[in-house]
């Protein structure tokens, strides 16, 4: 049909076709693109050309330049017609490029409500039925865009400040009615819809986040070591949290997000009742505190919070918490158990959180150690004022508030006991008043009685506060140990729990749950034990024996008497074993009281004679497990070795080295004679040759047979070569004069007693000779020889590690050092504890003495009427040293004789 070259054509014509065909395709696409860009140019440029046109106009209604007193007065316009235009810049309102803007409209609007004129307040429009609606969300639309920027603004920042306090401004006005002037007078008619409409606005923005961004702009302002809010603007934003509680009635829902977002900012009521006490007290009439307890004690709220607050925030709600029902007491004191039940749950739910030792996934709280949850460096800032909030919970006045019903039983007991002591020399009406007191005599207290939960739930609460606020231990120790009615109650407590203080109880209740020590009832020993313990550790031998400070000796001894059965029982009885015990909080405090009430005894002793000894176990019996290699017995004997008489202790250590010689063949037997090691000694030179031939050898040839060859001074051996003899002679003597302080290894005190010496390093390799020294001494001691080497007890401490102990106190050894010192430090203990008595500061008295070139124009020092007139002192006195003045002061004008 066609030709090639017809062919060729036809290719020619179709790829030419094809061409055309996408040539006008392309066309077509350009022209469309074209009509796109132009129409989306032209969209921009109606929307731009409509925004300028709507930010000309709103300009033009707020640029108006402020009064020369600083106040904003615009020209203002029928409010119909601001109302559209606002509706027009919210509808081009850019976040950031508007802010200014939005500032000065919050301004304009304010400037409105102060205005009685019907037709330019704001609020006018939503009196036309036809835009009352809109007008509420254009409101609504106004006020978040506040709560945005407030979120976003910095309270340090003194720009910030001022644009911050109109958004603060606007909120307060648009909730409430009470700023509207309009319906003030006549119009008071409207008062009850507005206010209705204000609710319904501030449910929206509860709705949107009004509290989390409150949160936000009060930690940024207060998690700092300088808050940076004023008084009036932490007002504003209390007053604004506050709003919606009060309209909603304290509902479950609001209440549960001011807990969350408001009492949790860091020391928030700290803040207040030092910058806005007047918002401390709206929170005290409106039972802030009280409703915030019953929220918590509920279970479905608590789990609600728990999960949402975060560990550092938990604390920060416990501090405010505290702080809170301190101020307001009526509150505390009707809800007294809910408030230590919520305590204790919140400390649970800290210490949640809190690592006993440092990883890589702990961070450092200053508050809580050892924190599983990283802490912001506001929050670390803020701390100082949490811990002051946290100080409220151990203070006195808490104290006697939490401990109420047991002040109030004591004090009824006393009165009791005061009565039978009165009773006792009236003859014939002895039996009488006996009977008739009878009905009213205290019974002993039981678990399950008022009295004992009562007590017991404080005890549990602080001591959920030692274990959870680990960095404030021992504030919260010192801080109960030295409340002057804490001890005696608890003590009290414990005597009428039975005879024994209740050991029975005690036993009985670990008999039923062995191991376990979860009965509120170990609170309370626990804590007597921990702040009994604290404060016996401070008393000097006066305040302890001859004052008899909170306890007397009768009380101690009963004291120890309990403490040493109970520890000895639970062990000995197997109601523990040895790794709970070891780490149970109430056998050890248990444990470290003993053992304090132990060495005050050994230092003088006030127990009659054997008190320590426990005679319900025979020393054949523990013998005998000892030799069976029960641990009890061997926890015991290291433990409270104090309770077998020291003969037997000394039977169980020479048995004890006799089975190691036995054992390491140094025993000598028919069949064979131990090695034995030969050394050789100069007379002139003890102790050098016997370091050198000695210092060296292993632990095992110094526990064996050493023999000893004399050489005397003309270079001849001496006859006799026996370990019994000639070493102990040879031991004696190295001891006699390495403890000589001429050699200056050792030094003595004032009472001839050794500890080494400071200026030791002078002898050439000391640290070797005070080795040597030991190991002369562990031989002596090893063999049975008895040598007299005064040590002071001060160093004895060091060396048996006692001052690593709980129970150590570096005050009770300080006179085997320097007794001057420490008779000095005791009776300025005394002058101040006196004072302290007295209510006096030392300050002011101390004053007093250093002024003495100011005297009255009798010739007397000055004095303060606080302090009993002690100082007043005739002129020939003026020059007596400070001692002799106070001690002449204090008893001329009150018979206190000081030493």
């Not at 400040?161 to 006005?173: A, C, F, G, P, S």
């Not at 802030?288 to 604390?315: C, H, M, P, W």
């Not at 009977?435 to 609460?461: D, H």
């Not at 109650?489 to 729990?497: A, G, Q, S, V």
């Amino acid at each position: 049909m066609f030709s090639k070259v017809d062919a060729h054509q036809k290719n020619s014509f179709l790829e030419q076709t094809k061409a055309q065909r996408e040539e006008r395709a392309l066309e077509k696409l350009r022209e469309k693109s074209a009509i796109k860009i132009q129409s989306v140019y032209r969209g921009y440029k109606s929307r731009h050309d409509l925004k300028l046109l709507i930010r000309r106009d709103i300009e033009s209604l707020l640029n108006k330049p402020e009064a020369e007193d600083g106040e904003y007065t615009p020209n203002f316009k029928p409010a119909l017609e601001v109302y559209k235009l606002i509706r027009g810049f919210l509808f081009t309102y850019s976040d950031g490029e508007d802010n200014q803007h939005l500032e000065l409209l919050c301004r304009y609007l304010l400037a409105t409500m102060d205005s009685d004129n019907l037709k330019v307040s704001y609020v006018s429009v939503a009196l036309l039925k036809q835009f009352v609606l809109p007008w509420i969300q254009q409101v609504k639309d106004i006020l978040w865009k506040c709560v945005i920027r407030l979120k976003q603004s910095k309270p340090e920042n003194h720009v910030d400040v001022k644009m911050m306090m109109v958004y603060l401004r606007m909120l307060i006005t648009f909730t409430h009615t009470a700023t509207w002037k309009i319906i003030k007078g006549k119009g008071e008619g409207l008062t009850a819809g507005m206010n209705q409409l204000c609710n319904n606005i501030m449910g929206h923005l509860n709705n949107k986040g009004l509290y989390p961004a409150l949160q936000i702009l009060l930690v940024r302002g207060l998690a700092r070591s300088k808050p940076a809010f004023t008084k009036t603007s932490l007002s504003a934003v209390l007053t604004i949290s506050l709003r919606p509680l009060l309209a909603a009635n304290f509902s479950d829902n609001l209440l549960t997000l001011f807990v969350l977002n408001i009492l949790s900012v860091p020391a928030l009521v700290h803040h207040l009742s030092t910058t806005a006490p007047d918002c401390l007290t709206l929170l005290i009439t409106n039972r802030v505190f009280k409703r915030s307890l019953d929220l918590l004690t509920n279970e479905q709220s608590t789990r609600i919070i728990f999960n949402s607050l975060e560990g550092n925030y938990a604390l920060c709600l416990l501090a405010n918490l505290i702080q809170l029902g301190y101020s307001e007491l009526e509150g505390l004191v009707e809800n007294t158990n809910s408030f230590m039940t919520v305590t204790i749950r919140l400390l649970d739910k800290c210490k949640h959180y809190v690592q006993n030792k440092r990883s890589n996934l702990t961070h450092w709280h200053p508050v809580l150690g050892w924190f599983s949850q990283q802490t912001d460096q506001g929050l670390h800032e803020a701390m100082p004022f949490v811990v002051k909030q946290l100080q409220i919970l151990w203070c006195s006045k808490m104290v006697r508030l939490l401990f109420l019903e047991l002040i109030d039983y004591v004090d009824y007991a006393k009165e009791i006991d005061s009565q039978k002591a009165a009773s006792k020399d009236r003859g014939i009406l002895k039996k009488a008043l006996d009977k008739a007191s009878s009905k009213n005599t205290v019974s002993k207290i039981k678990l399950g009685s008022t009295i004992a939960q009562s007590t017991c739930l404080p005890c549990a609460l602080y001591q959920c506060a030692m274990n959870t606020l680990s960095q404030l231990r021992l504030d919260i120790v010192s801080g109960l140990s030295y409340n002057e009615i804490l001890l005696p109650i608890l003590w009290r407590f414990l005597c009428d729990m039975g005879p024994n203080c209740g050991l029975k109880v005690f036993l009985d209740l670990l008999q039923q749950t062995p191991e376990s020590t979860i009965h509120p009832v170990f609170s309370l020993l626990t804590l007597f034990s921990e702040a009994a313990s604290n404060y016996i550790c401070t008393l000097d031998h006066i305040e302890m024996f001859e004052h008899q400070k909170l306890f007397k000796v009768e009380d101690y001894i009963k004291m120890s008497e309990f403490l040493n059965l109970f520890v000895f029982r639970v062990i000995w009885g197997g109601l523990m074993s040895i790794n709970t015990a070891s780490n149970s909080e109430v056998f050890t405090s248990a444990r470290g009281l003993l053992m304090i009430l132990y060495e005050s005894d050994s230092r003088r002793n006030y127990a009659p004679r054997d008190h320590w000894l426990i005679k319900d176990v025979k020393p054949s019996s523990f013998l005998s497990e000892l030799d069976k290699g029960r641990k009890p017995a061997q926890f015991i004997l290291q433990k409270i070795p104090h309770i077998i008489p020291f003969s037997e202790r000394v039977k169980i250590f020479r048995k004890s080295v006799q089975k190691e010689r036995e054992v390491l063949g140094l025993c000598e037997s028919i069949s064979a004679t131990p090695q034995s090691t030969l050394i050789t000694v100069h007379r002139s030179r003890i102790v050098e040759d016997g370091y050198r031939q000695l210092a060296q050898l292993p632990p095992r040839a110094i526990k064996g047979v050493i023999r000893v060859r004399f050489i005397n001074e003309q270079g001849l051996d001496e006859a006799g070569i026996d370990q019994d003899g000639v070493f102990k002679e040879f031991l004696e003597e190295t001891i006699t004069k390495v403890f000589d302080p001429s050699l200056n290894l050792f030094k003595v005190t004032s009472e001839q007693k050794l500890y080494p010496s400071s200026t030791s390093y002078i002898q050439e390799n000391h640290l070797f000779l005070f080795e040597f020294v030991g190991k002369m001494l562990a031989k002596a001691v090893y063999e049975g020889i008895i040598v007299e080497v005064p040590f002071a007890p001060f160093f004895l401490t060091q060396i048996l590690g006692h001052s690593f102990s709980s129970t150590y106190s570096s005050l009770d050894e300080l006179p085997s050092l320097d007794p001057d010192l420490a008779k000095n430090l005791t009776y300025i203990k005394q002058v101040f504890s006196f004072f302290q008595d007295t209510g006096d500061t030392v300050g002011s008295v101390l004053k007093g003495f250093f002024n003495i070139k100011k005297r009255d124009p009798v010739g007397r020092l000055p004095t303060s009427s606080t302090c009993f007139n002690l100082l007043k002192l005739p002129n020939y006195q003026k020059k007596a040293t400070l001692r002799e003045k106070l001690k002449y002061a204090i008893h001329s004008n009150t018979g206190f004789e000081l030493s």
